[in-house]
């Protein structure tokens, strides 16, 4: 729930930007001064992608959406934005970050890790591309 007043306020949802669009305007209301709340009984759907070949597209996708929101707002990563050379470090930080919770994890969800690693890395590896297409596009 939200006060009509910050809506309109920050402008509402950005119509500029394909994906992200939530984060960016919560980014906004931040910076407007709202503030925001987790809320642990909150239920969000989720669509799965069937197939590979749009789960890649949906991951560049997705990754083009991260970089576009992060060029507009003052959040953790835009030093990757302004700083395309780096994007490597950034998709070897996720990955590192990935691998550390599975290995927190129990012996069953490491083999499940095991068992989809090329997929989770190939999807990494587009979602990476698609932050660096919007990363160097200016």
Not at 2 to 28: I, K, P, T, W
Not at 83 to 94: Q, S, T
């Amino acid at each position: 729930a939200m006060h009509r007043e910050v809506y309109q306020r920050v402008g509402g949802f950005s119509e500029n930007l394909e994906r992200c669009v939530d984060v960016d305007f919560m980014c906004r209301c931040r910076k407007a001064g709202a503030r925001t709340y987790f809320s642990s009984g909150l239920v969000v759907g989720h669509r799965n992608i069937p197939g590979m070949h749009h789960c890649l597209v949906h991951a560049r996708s997705l990754g083009h959406g991260s970089a576009a929101v992060r060029k507009s707002a003052e959040m953790r990563g835009k030093f990757f934005v302004d700083n395309p050379v780096a994007i490597p470090l950034l998709f070897l930080a996720r990955l590192a970050l990935m691998t550390y919770r599975i290995v927190r994890w129990g012996c069953g969800q490491r083999t499940s890790f095991a068992i989809c690693f090329p997929g989770i890395i190939l999807t990494l590896l587009f979602w990476t591309v698609g932050f660096y297409g919007s990363a160097v596009r200016r």
